[in-house]
Nanobody, 121 residues
Framework: VQLQASGGGLVEPGGSLRLSCTAS????????ISWFRQAPGKEREFVAA????????YYADSVKGRFTISRDNTKNTVYLQMNSLKFDDTAVYYC???????????????WGQGTQVTVSS
């Protein structure tokens, strides 16, 4: 049972990245998925969540209007499209799967290893 986050990298302010979260060993079909991030010296924080059934996501105020979470259950993958990136978006991004639709870290049983996003000029 494993989640793999990928797609991070170095991008200039105003640029875009798309992160992917792919599951192996289990199906994401019945799990709510969230993205969290952790910047150096800061606590891990909620970014976005999507229900197991899909539909519109729920976002932290800091990313609302810039980030979009989506899922493709046929590919067992959840995406985070990040546009208009800012310096403050620099962090390690983690995806997490759980049975409860929540913004709380403790609600999620499975975690990916994280992918680094660096916004720099």
């Amino acid at each position: 049972v494993q989640l793999q986050a990928s797609g991070g990298g170095l991008v200039e302010p105003g640029g875009s990245l798309r992160l992917s979260c792919t599951a192996s060993g289990f199906s994401l079909d019945y799990y709510h998925i969230s993205w969290f991030r952790q910047a150096p010296g800061k606590e891990r924080e909620f970014v976005a969540a999507i229900r197991y059934s899909g539909g519109g996501g729920y976002y932290a105020d800091s990313v609302k209007g810039r980030f979009t979470i989506s899922r493709d259950n046929t590919k067992n993958t959840v995406y985070l499209q990040m546009n208009s990136l800012k310096f403050d978006d620099t962090a390690v991004y983690y995806c997490a799967a759980g049975p409860v639709y929540s913004t709380q870290i403790s609600s999620y049983a499975y975690w990916g290893q994280g992918t680094q996003v660096t916004v720099s000029s």
